[in-house]
């Protein structure tokens, strides 16, 4: 499993938003955020574990 990266923006009612091409691109359903690591500014970056078959198709966008 790897670790990247994902930028991401937080809504006023503190809720995450994760673009839609990135989510599909990991296969995340709305919701379904798990291990997310808060990195640097508290409102844009985070780290979501993946596997390698998503890290590529994420690399592809």
Avoid at 11 to 22: E, W
Avoid at 37 to 49: E, H, V, W, Y
Wanted: proline share 5%; charged share 25%.
């Amino acid at each position: 499993m790897i670790k990247m990266r994902i930028k991401t923006s937080v809504n006023p009612r503190g809720q995450i938003y994760i673009p839609k091409k990135i989510r599909e691109a990991i296969g995340m359903k709305v919701g379904e955020i798990n291990e997310i690591t808060l990195i640097g500014d508290a409102s844009t970056l985070f780290i979501i574990p993946i596997d390698f078959d998503a890290y590529d198709a994420l690399k592809s966008l």
